[in-house]
């Protein structure tokens, strides 16, 4: 079956980096666009940033352009959020998805992607 594992969340201060890793199986992967999602308490899950599948095109939202960079290495079927410039409204859980479109109005909604992984919290605190 398909399964999404996240990995590389922790606890950092502000103005640190991590670099998060979602990591595939079950499913042919350079087929699908990776997204990076996360969610705060009690605030809806916030699509933040997409690789595609065929030329590898990035899509970021404006709270992150600049500070997270998305990358992926289809020989190992990962995909890397790189994130730098930590601030604390960062904190929250971070979760992968795939998705088949590859239209990219739909690239940053939660709405149209069908596998999820399990997510890693994310922690920017001093």
């Known amino acids: 079956q398909v399964q999404l594992v996240e990995s590389g969340g922790g606890l950092v201060q502000p103005g640190g980096s991590l670099r998060l890793s979602c990591v595939a199986s079950?499913?042919?992967?350079?087929?699908?666009?990776i997204g990076w999602f996360r969610q705060a308490p009690g605030k809806e899950r916030e699509g933040i940033s997409c690789i595609s599948s065929s030329d590898s095109n990035t899509y970021y939202a404006d709270s992150v352009k600049g500070r997270f960079t998305i990358s992926r290495d289809n020989a190992k079927n990962t995909v890397y959020l790189q994130i730098d410039s930590l601030k604390s409204e960062d904190t929250a859980v971070y979760y992968c998805?795939?998705?088949?479109?590859?239209?990219?109005?739909?690239?940053?909604?939660?709405?149209?992607?069908?596998?999820w992984g399990q997510g890693t919290q994310v922690t920017v605190s001093s």
């Open positions: 998805a795939s998705t088949a479109s590859s239209r990219p109005w739909t690239l940053l909604r939660p709405d149209y992607y069908g596998y």
């Open positions: 079950g499913l042919t992967f350079d087929y699908y666009a």
